[in-house]
């Protein structure tokens, strides 16, 4: 029998909303938050924190997506979406950056140069003679 999942771009793994986690969260499949983590979480492809989600950590990854609550700083490669339910107190860093009508936020915000950024990846700056 072989694996469905033919990238680690296609797995997702699940933090249950009766989760409690506290320390470094690292994964190579996307992860999607119910629970309540508290510590780093990163590098991982995409992270959504979903509704019932408390989250206390810095966050580090290609996408970033949060519907719950997070208290802390989120760095992404490509995109952060703050969705309408969400409660985020922490800075972002992000190539492309959403907050929709209804979230609340209480931090900055710092987009880079969306140039630099291709698949996820900084792309070199050419040298200027």
Known sequence: MSNPYDTASERESILGPT?????????EENLVIQGHVEGTIGPVPRVTVGGTATVHATIDAAIVIIEGTV???IRATSSV??????????????????IL????FNGQVSMGD???VRDG?????AAVA
């Open 101 to 104: 009508d209804g979230a609340e």
């Open 81 to 98: 979406i703050v969705r309408e339910t969400a409660k985020l107190s922490g800075n972002i860093s992000a190539p492309a950056v959403s």
């Open 121 to 125: 990846q900084p792309v070199a700056k």
């Open 71 to 73: 208290v802390g700083d």
């Open 114 to 116: 969306r140039r630099r």
């Open 19 to 27: 989760l409690r986690f506290k320390g470094d969260l690292s994964a």
